[in-house]
Every structure is written in C-alpha cells, then in structure tokens.
C-alpha cells in the first residue's frame, strides 16, 4: 500500500517505478479519485457548517417566539445531503483502497532492471558441485528407491502435487526442520514462534497475497484461508500495533506446513517433490527501522545461506531483476540450491525487503524514541529455507551410485548418528 502524500509529491517518480516493473502508470487514476473524494470531503464540510448554522438558527428562532419550520425544514434537506455525500465519499474511499491494494511495490533503485527470471543477476557462487563417478539421479528416483518416498498412495488420498515419506526420510525432514529451528534461534537471534495455519483474509490483505493473488490460496467453506507461508502469520503478529523503536528489530521464526494451489505452475514440475500443494517451511520475518532495512536484508540471507553452508551444499545467490521481484518487494536476494539429478540451480529461499509496504496495509506502526508522531517501520521476510527443497538438496548431493544417501554431520545428532539412508 501507499502513501497518498507521496503519490501526490512524486507523480512521476512513482510512474517511473511501476514502469521499471512493466506495470502501467497509475499516478494519474489514483490522483483523479483522490481529487473527486477531496472535492466530496470537502463539501461536506461546508455542508456540515450550513447545517449547523441552520441549527442555531432553530433555536434563535424560538428563543425570540418566532415559526423555526423553515430553519427545521432546511436542517432536514441539509441532513439529506450530508448522507448523500457521506455515502459517496466511503464508495470513493472503496474504490482507492482497492486500486491503491493492487498496485506492486516500487524497486529500489540497487535492483537490476529486467523483464524476466532470465534477467536475474548471479552475485556469488558458494561451493562446488560434486563430481559423481556415475550419472546422479533425481530426488523422486532415490526416494522411490529407497521405498521411502510415495507419490501414487499420496495421489490416492489427495491427488497430484502431495507425497508421503517413510522411514529414515521421513525423519531426515523432521531434523531439517529442527536444524533450521535451532540454528536461527540459538544463533542468529531469531524469536521462534508456533502460529496459526489458517488464518483470515485481512492477514492475507497485509502482507500482499489479497486481493490480487486469491486463487493461489487454498480457502475453506467459513472463510478461512491455509496459509502460503509463515510470512503471513510472523508479519502481522503486531498488525495494528505501535511498536516502540526500543524494541527494534523485532526478529521472528517458525517451522509451518505451507499450502498453496500452484494455479500458475501448469506442467512445471509435476514429478517429486519441488512444487507442491503441501510443503513444509522455515520463515524468517524481521521488523526494523526504515534506515535499517537494507543491512537486515544482508543479515537475513546470511543466516538463510549458513543453512547450506552447514549442510555442505552448493548454491548461489542472485539478484531479483525488476520483472521477478515478489509484488510486496523492493528488493529481493534468491538463493539456488545446485541439484546434481537436474544439472542445474534451483530455488530453495527468497529474502526480501518490504519498505514499509507491509506496514502500512496492517497498520503497523513504531514510535522513534523521544516522538509523538509514529511512522512505519519496514518489514523483511525470507525462507530459512524451504525444508522439502532441502531434503531434495541433501538427497540429490548426498547420493552414493547404489541409491543410498549420507546424511550430512550436521544432521547427524538429529538422525540418531546413523551415517547412511540405505533401503533396508
């Protein structure tokens, strides 16, 4: 969401930024409702006045014995109007709201310009793939091997785009998970929070996903809808509030099953376990200063890259272009997974810099010490990281030429110290 102010300003500029996005200028039937609703405010006010004089009116009449039915009949017409006007004045603010809601945010200038994922800037390569005496297989192909990993009985009970794992696999997730968990809070300062998996649609409104992106979420019969990520729940935990700056930054994490319909994935991935309706995540959401949105977004990836670092996989860090960036992001860092079975990166985590986009449309406030006046801080929110995609990560890297796979040191208190995921 906006700032009318800064529309009115910054005409051009906020033109300028959506056209980086390839959306369509907007200054110019925002500022045109914006004026129609100003013209309707204020004559309400003048309105407002006439009436009230119209009232003092009815009562000098009367004090002096005189007939107060006209001064009574024009106070009526006067209340008539003010209604009228009330009336069109809360259409007017609809009307903004939802367009103002489904305009993208503005990039930063630092982001790249460019119209699609193939504009991407790669910033930095960590690790080096691993050679394999053998041609290395795909997740789907270890796991089914394995006899751990089924795709028909979950497309038994809940269609394509689900999966159940067994075993050793099945708690080789659990530990990532846990992994995750205990790494960002014990080492990066991150408060872990269990949160709701369902959650109502003003949530969804705050952090972007409503209105414009409905039919990526999955919603029940009373109006709940299943959250897409931890983002959703971590990020509006002080919706509505004002946050003292004493309390920034406000660091947040959780562990939640993710649900989401996949509408625009047609034919992608349709095999294993890279794009599906149920998957589980670690979040990161951070809330800071305006000033310190930039340094949070380098910490926060940093933590998300220490995960691959401790798992010993190769990945890559690349820069978001204008044409790819999430719509509630100004600036965005991906992180690529290397999977061996695909020949290729892939994306395991998205760490992005909010501004006070966020903020506003939950109202989410702070106090900078000393102030009256409350502004918006900026919010962050990141994948520390997609678990499914790290068992994926770990499988595929890990693999030996007979099906089996090593689990990495890190996992191994949490894997009960075994050393290999063999078929048994």
């Known amino acids: 969401m906006f700032d009318l102010n800064f529309i009115r300003e910054n005409a051009e500029k906020f033109d300028t930024g959506l056209a980086r996005r390839g959306a369509e200028a907007m200054s110019a039937a925002i500022l045109k409702l914006d004026a129609e609703r100003r013209d309707v405010q204020t004559r309400m006010q003048d309105v407002q006045a006439a009436r009230n004089a119209a009232s003092k009116e009815i009562g000098a009449a009367k004090s002096r014995g005189e007939d107060a039915a006209d001064a009574i009949a024009a106070v009526g017409e006067l209340k008539a109007s003010i209604q009228s006007l009330e009336d069109e004045d809360r259409d007017l603010g609809a009307r903004l709201k939802d367009m103002l809601s489904r305009i993208p945010n503005l990039p930063m200038d630092s982001v790249p310009d460019?119209?699609?994922?193939?504009?991407?800037?790669?910033?930095?390569?960590?690790?080096?793939?691993?050679?394999?005496?053998?041609t290395p297989k795909e997740h789907f192909d270890l796991g089914e091997g394995l006899g751990m990993m089924d795709f028909e009985r979950a497309a038994k009970m809940s269609g394509a785009r689900f999966v159940m794992l067994s075993g050793q696999l099945?708690?080789?997730?659990?530990?990532?998970?846990?992994?995750?968990?205990?790494?960002?809070?014990?080492?990066?300062?991150?408060?872990?929070?269990?949160?709701?998996?369902?959650?109502?649609?003003?949530?969804?409104?705050?952090?972007?996903?409503?209105?414009?992106?409905?039919?990526?979420?999955?919603?029940?019969?009373?109006?709940?809808?299943?959250?897409?990520?931890?983002?959703?729940?971590?990020?509006?935990?002080?919706?509505?509030?004002?946050?003292?700056?004493?309390?920034?930054?406000?660091?947040?994490?959780?562990?939640?099953?993710?649900?989401r319909s996949e509408a625009g994935a047609a034919g992608r991935d349709t095999r294993g376990m890279i794009r599906q309706h149920q998957f589980n995540k670690v979040e990161?959401?951070?809330?800071?200063?305006?000033?310190?949105?930039?340094?949070?977004?380098?910490?926060?990836?940093?933590?998300?890259?220490?995960?691959?670092?401790?798992?010993?996989?190769?990945?890559?860090?690349?820069?978001?272009?204008?044409?790819?960036?999430?719509?509630?992001?100004?600036?965005?860092?991906?992180?690529?997974?290397?999977?061996?079975?695909?020949?290729?990166?892939?994306?395991?985590?998205?760490?992005?810099?909010?501004?006070?986009?966020?903020?506003?449309?939950?109202?989410?406030?702070?106090?900078?010490?000393?102030?009256?006046?409350?502004?918006?801080?900026?919010?962050?929110?990141?994948?520390?990281?997609?678990?499914?995609?790290?068992?994926?990560?770990?499988?595929?890297?890990?693999?030996?030429?007979?099906?089996?796979?090593?689990?990495?040191?890190?996992?191994?208190p949490y894997m009960g110290g075994i050393d290999v995921i063999a078929a048994s």
């Open 114 to 134: 460019g119209a699609s994922e193939d504009e991407n800037v790669e910033l930095r390569i960590e690790g080096t793939p691993a050679k394999f005496s053998f």
């Open 170 to 259: 099945a708690r080789m997730e659990r530990a990532l998970g846990q992994f995750m968990l205990d790494l960002h809070t014990g080492e990066h300062g991150y408060e872990e929070r269990m949160t709701p998996a369902m959650v109502r649609d003003e949530a969804l409104f705050g952090t972007g996903q409503l209105p414009k992106f409905g039919e990526d979420l999955f919603r029940t019969e009373n109006d709940y809808y299943l959250i897409p990520t931890a983002e959703v729940t971590l990020s509006n935990i002080h919706a509505g509030e004002i946050i003292p700056a004493s309390e920034l930054p406000k660091r947040f994490t959780a562990l939640t099953q993710c649900f």
């Open 284 to 412: 990161l959401v951070s809330v800071v200063a305006p000033e310190d949105g930039e340094s949070e977004l380098e910490r926060m990836t940093g933590a998300a890259e220490k995960v691959l670092k401790r798992l010993g996989l190769p990945y890559r860090v690349v820069a978001l272009c204008t044409g790819d960036i999430g719509f509630g992001a100004r600036k965005t860092f991906d992180l690529e997974v290397w999977l061996p079975g695909q020949d290729r990166y892939r994306e395991i985590s998205s760490c992005s810099l909010c501004g006070d986009f966020q903020a506003r449309r939950m109202n989410m406030r702070m106090r900078p010490e000393g102030e009256k006046k409350t502004t918006y801080p900026s919010t962050l929110n990141g994948s520390g990281v997609a678990v499914g995609r790290a068992l994926v990560a770990v499988m595929e890297n890990y693999q030996n030429e007979d099906g089996s796979i090593r689990v990495p040191d890190a996992l191994k």
